[in-house]
């Protein structure tokens, strides 16, 4: 028995000490500037011991004599682990500011017509994708966009009839504030011609019934008879967007409107160690908030992987659908400006809500007038909720040019998301015409103004691929390099702006700059070893960054070909 | 930079190891039989490393003698705390094998009836609550027994409006089966002559208009509009049920209806370091159970602190309120015998979808035509779903005789609450009549059938102190020793099957044997010093058995007085 208890090991550090040698390190320092170093040192809880210049040494050994009947002093423990990285690239983890986890591991295990170049080429893969899946009750999917197609109109049921008629089909817009349904998902929803849509929603009509797109709230009229994912469909799903993550380097995101669905599958991964990407939740709508975080932000969970720290709102719709709330009329729909989607004092008294308890507000404001809203909503808030707050606009698109300035007030962070800009140029034009667009994706302008500027993707709205983000960031061009020298070029971004805006900023808009994002010492180790300088590369270099190996915690977790 | 990483320190394990010496140890061995011991020895995980007989013994150092230049080898290190335990009576920490965790916290914050010896001093506790406590919308609180009352009749609302008529007033009976509201309640409930109960409920009427008292599901209607606890609430009730429940040296319970915001709470308190008490949970329904737990049952969360390993159904009423199923009129309320909560199709399309992801099914059963059905159908389900499921009826309370022999079979256990009995039997018999009560509380029965026998306190309807259950085991009387000799003496049952009943089988019951319960080396060290020697006391003295310590995981975490 005695030996037993002496031979009981003290328990093993869960992680082991390393160093990532022979790097060329790039990352932000505390001021928002380049920093470089030639190796990086782990501790043994995964946390970043130390940036190097130049390349690691091994611990010296030069110990005096020991004295008379005394062993020679042991050897100082170098790091467990020593890695060569031939002379790569290593950046820091990347972070994305803005994402939906489980719309990315969802779409992934769901029809994807994001790549399709006409309604023919989606009618298509719709059917052959009802062909491959049999017995399902109902095919669902996302990624259309009429605007790619080129068609100039939305889709119609009878289309998608054409594609997949004998069970019901229910098929999200591109930027999820629209969905295209076919006559059997119209009937089982039982919606007709005299169904009325709730507010902030439209219903597309043609001849009278309704035409196949619903806008907006007047989603829920078909979204509320979908049959609801499995919890093992979502954790499929979770699993499928952590590796789609990892593999583009996203080491972290703000998932843009948890549910207590998502929360539970997030969990579920963290409970069995498979949380490998750091997640900064915040909760849709207050009854989530309430439910998961209850009466305060929760604790960083499972070693900083997981925290539900705020709140996310939706005060208008999007461009693509002209559900974006503007001052003024579409410039191509004379009488339509869009609508909030939450009445002025409920906005505020949710934002109140949320903030008594020392919840963080983030607000998806598109349009100017919607930005406009929000911006007064701030003000207000100001007063009674001071402090350290970074009251969060999402996306920020289009700004009134007179509602720039009050940006950088109250410590208000703009949270966008570059490659928007590129997919939406020509769209953003003709719905806003060319005078409303001076505030219109105006990254360069709130640098100026001194707005924390911090970058995402808006998942699976857009690839999560940030490499595409940090070019368009820099170039205001898309992957086909229009237009050519950018659009609205003044608003160009520099490298170490993007890279910032993907990194250390996204980290600071989600209350996570202690924990991870610039490789500070005491940081946790998340890095990047990638296939070529972006330091030196051209934007369109950068958009091709292939990620070699992804770090989290000072544990590999992504090898490329692996 | 060097210097630092030889210096980083092993992290240091969570828990010392330790020995409890010189202890009366009492715990119950694999076999069920009692076991002794002098000494426990706890490893540096906070499990049972050995239970030593007699004392403890330091470990032996007679080292040989080290060559030239060598140093002694080093000590064998014992234990890193000792404590001498003055010989006082050490036993496992017990384990409630049927409470409700936030029931007993939300008791313990709200108005609480259940020391009312009648009417009028309820009336009188309740206007005194109200005066103390103004600025509540509602007043809120449980524990009322109309047959402690002596008033042969449920209470009314005018008798409520008679203590507090100017805001709702909502009373949960001794048995959560009934609620009291005041006019203004039922007012603010929108309830009126012409409502009409739901099924598997009751509205109690007088003179056409609802009297007052609501039945069963009847209650919903009364408390969909109670304002919902806050999660803050939540917080503060649930660390006073562990507050509770630590002082009378419960260690592990079965929640026994979990509910997404009790789970909530549970993983607030736990991941803040906070959670205690370990618990089972079993989720209140299927949509709790698919929610909280997802595709199967969790895994033990918090070092062997949370688990939801299956689901509590509720298929009849209670007693008291004449809501247990009978297959017979009540005795003393002719053309009644209650009525199953759950349709016979239903229960069995519940049972097989929680069966078919692997969750345990608990099922509680009160009358004897409840216990023939969930009988037949554990029956039914054990053609497809084999293996070991441990189907649990919960308090299985009358039981046709010719059932009794049925319990045995696919290892079905009976989840009973000794207290309950003592309670109950004056009641029961009024219900009943004495030629029903052959099978009724029949703990003996149980055992002699080979029916795996679990014992719980049904906590906040019972007092969680277990010792006073292990005296009504042994005794069949209650506090007051009536009746003289015992009720249906032949259902008493032995200390040691007592003991049992409250630690391994209730640790069994939750599939938890191997992580804690009894005491066996690799249990988790949850134990407890009390102020007697139980083995050799009276029921009557064990009743009033005191908890000096309870210790979970080998560590301290309740001292009497402090």
Redesign the interface.
């Known amino acids: ?6 031979a ?1 090991a ?2 093993m ?2 992680h082991a ?1 390393g160093v990532i040698d022979n790097v060329n390190g790039i990352a932000i320092g505390p001021d928002g500037k380049i920093v470089h170093f030639g190796a990086l ?1 782990i ?3 995964g946390k970043v ?2 940036l ?1 210049q130049g390349r690691y ?1 091994e ?2 050994y030069k110990p005096k004599k020991p004295k ?4 020679w002093p042991e050897r ?4 467990s682990f020593k890695l060569d990285a031939g002379g790569k690239t290593l950046i820091p983890g990347l972070i994305d500011a803005h994402g939906h986890v489980m719309g990315l591991g969802l779409s992934l295990i769901t029809l994807d017509l994001s790549d399709t170049k006409s309604l023919a080429e989606a009618q298509a893969k719709i059917r052959a994708y009802a062909q491959e899946n049999t017995g399902r009750k109902w095919i669902i999917g996302t990624g259309w966009n009429q605007e790619t197609w080129g068609l100039g109109r939305f889709p119609t049921a009878a289309e998608l009839d054409a594609a997949v008629g004998d069970i019901p089909v229910w098929l999200e817009r591109v930027d999820g504030h629209a969905g295209w349904a076919n006559s059997a998902a119209i009937r089982a929803a039982g919606v007709s011609a005299t169904t009325k849509a709730p507010a902030g929603g439209r219903i597309e009509m043609a001849a009278g019934k309704p035409a196949g797109v619903f806008v907006d709230k007047a989603m829920d009229l078909i979204q509320k008879v979908v049959p609801a994912p ?3 469909d ?2 499929n799903a979770l699993e499928k967007a952590q590796r789609a993550l990892l593999a583009v380097g996203i080491t972290g995101i703000a998932d843009m409107g948890t549910s ?2 998502d929360w ?2 997030f ?2 991964s963290a ?2 160690g498979a949380l490998r990407v750091r997640i900064m939740s915040y909760a849709y709508g207050l009854d989530n908030m ?6 305060e932000p ?2 960083w ?1 499972y070693d900083d992987h997981l925290r539900m720290g705020g709140i996310k709102l939706l005060l208008d719709g999007a461009l693509g659908s002209r559900g974006a709330w503007l001052k003024a009329d579409y410039s191509d729909a004379p009488g339509q400006r869009g609508l909030p989607m939450i009445p002025s004092t409920q906005l505020r008294n949710i934002m109140s809500r949320a903030a008594m308890d020392n919840f963080q507000v983030a607000v998806h404001a598109i349009g100017d007038a919607a930005n406009g809203e929000i911006l007064d909503a701030i003000q207000e808030m100001s007063d009674t909720y001071s402090g350290d707050r970074r009251w969060r606009v999402e996306h920020a698109q289009i700004i009134d040019p007179t509602d720039l300035p009050r940006f950088a007030r109250y410590g208000t962070i703009a949270s966008m998301q570059p490659v928007h800009e590129t997919s939406d140029w020509r769209m953003a034009t003709a719905r806003l015409g060319e005078a409303r667009l001076k505030g219109a994706y105006a990254w360069k302008a709130m640098l100026d103004n001194h707005v924390p500027l911090a970058f995402g993707s808006d998942v699976p709205v857009e690839s999560p691929n940030p490499f595409p983000g940090i070019a368009a960031a820099m170039s205001r061009q898309d992957a086909r390099g229009e237009p050519a020298g950018g659009w609205m070029p003044e608003q160009k971004v520099s490298f170490e702006a993007a890279l910032d805006g993907f990194t250390r900023q996204a980290a600071f808009a989600g209350f996570a700059e202690k924990k991870f994002g610039s490789l500070v010492p005491g940081q946790r180790a998340d890095f990047l070893l990638i296939d070529r300088n972006i330091e030196t590369a051209s934007p369109t270099d950068i958009r091709g960054t292939q990620v070699l190996e992804t770090w989290i915690n000072g544990k590999r977790v992504y090898v490329k070909g692996q």
Request: hydrophobic share 35%; no cysteine; glycine share 6%.
């Open positions: 028995m005695l030996a037993a208890i002496a009981l003290l328990p550090p869960a000490s040192m501790d043994d809880e011991e130390k190097i040494q611990p010296e008379r009947g005394q062993p100082p423990k170098g790091p499995a919890p093992k979502r954790d207590i669905e539970q599958a969990r579920r409970d069995r309430v439910l998961i975080a209850g009466p929760t604790p969970l």
